[in-house]
Each structure stands twice: as structure tokens, then as C-alpha cells.
């Protein structure tokens, strides 16, 4: 998740221009390899119309991984989707979480959208966080967290463009209970 100093996501009218910005080729990179060790992706509505108009016609190398995941579509307003590999949620997000853990696989990622991240957070359903902290303040915007949580930080990484890479892992979640370690970057 890209993320300001001050906690927000997006600016208050859903702005990412700060980040687009800063996203320059070391970021790109770094974020081909994270979602490559990943083969499924959880997507709220905003965020899945966001990147369906975005990632099937790109020619970044970035959408060659994305257009390949299964994506998950969280929503109650959507009938269809129609973004290659993607099917909306039949069940509430424990339980398809549950029901994706008990697959063979790799990583489920979660791509993003700021409402759909708290309630995961909210139910501890994320074992690691990835926030790409940027250099710069908002003042106001659309924040990540909505409520407290208490994570532990796993490692960090800083780019050339002065991001920081934060990971935490939450202790609540079912693979902290469960004993599993969450990889460092």
C-alpha cells in the first residue's frame, strides 16, 4: 500500500498524484517481485473498477502479473466482473480467506482500497502489512487505519527516492496465532 507520512492512502477527493509521481523504476521493480510471489489478489469495488480499466490493456510489466492472478472482488453492488481471472466473493471475507488458505498456492495480496483494508485489519484477516511510505504530507486525504492496531515491524527497506518500505506482521492474525513467520524484505 502506498502511504504518506501522515497516514493517508489518497488525497480527500481520491487523489494518488503524490505517489504516481514518486513511482519510479526502482518501486516498479520491487513491486514486480512482491506480486510474483503472489497468485491471488483480494479487491474491494472501488479498487477492482480502478485497476480493471488500468491493468488489461497496460503494457507495463507489471500487468503481464497482474492480469494473471485469480482476483477476488469484494462487493455487494457489483453483478458481473469481467477483468481476466476475476470472480466477486461468495462468501464474507473470513471465510473465503479460510477457504483460499486451504488451497495450494502462494501469497493472497490485497491490492488496495482504504475501506476494504480496514475491515480485513479490523477482523485481523491480513498477516502482513507492506507500506511504502513516502516522503511527503497530505494534512488531509483518505487514511489507511481507522482504528487502532498494533503491529510489529518485520523489516524495512529505503529507496533511492527517499520511500521507505515498512512490513509488520499483526499478531492477531491466524497465521501469527498459528505460529507461521511472515518473510522479511
Known amino acids: ?4 507520512l501522515d497516514g493517508f ?3 480527500p477527493g481520491g487523489e494518488l498524484d503524490w505517489a504516481m509521481e514518486r513511482l519510479d523504476e ?13 497468485d491471488t489478489m483480494l479487491l474491494g469495488r472501488v ?9 488489461p490493456t497496460s503494457t507495463q510489466p507489471l500487468a503481464k502479473i497482474l492480469n494473471a492472478q485469480q482476483k477476488i472482488v469484494f462487493s455487494t453492488t457489483l453483478e458481473n466482473v469481467d477483468w481476466e481471472n476475476s470472480r466477486l466473493a461468495t462468501a464474507s471475507p473470513a ?11 502462494t501469497a493472497i495480496s490485497v491490492a488496495g482500497g ?8 479490523h477482523e485481523h484477516l491480513i498477516d502482513e502489512v507492506r507500506l511504502y511510505v513516502h516522503p511527503i504530507a497530505l494534512g488531509e486525504g483518505i487514511p489507511l487505519f ?6 510489529e ?23 501469527s496465532r498459528a505460529g507461521a513467520t511472515v518473510p522479511a524484505d
Open 47 to 55: 479498487n477492482y473498477l480502478d485497476q480493471a480499466a488500468h491493468w
Open 153 to 175: 515491524l518485520t523489516g524495512s527497506r529505503r529507496f533511492a527516492n527517499g520511500t521507505m518500505l515498512n512490513s509488520y506482521r499483526d499478531p492477531l492474525s491466524a497465521a
Open 1 to 4: 500500500m502506498q502511504i504518506t
Open 9 to 11: 492512502v489518497a488525497g
Open 95 to 105: 471465510a473465503e480467506i479460510a477457504a483460499l488458505r486451504a488451497q495450494q498456492g
Open 114 to 121: 482504504s475501506r476494504f483494508a480496514q475491515s480485513l485489519l
Open 26 to 38: 526502482e518501486l516498479f521493480a520491487h513491486q514486480e517481485v512482491l506480486m510474483q510471489s503472489s
Open 146 to 151: 481507522a482504528e487502532q492496531i498494533a503491529l
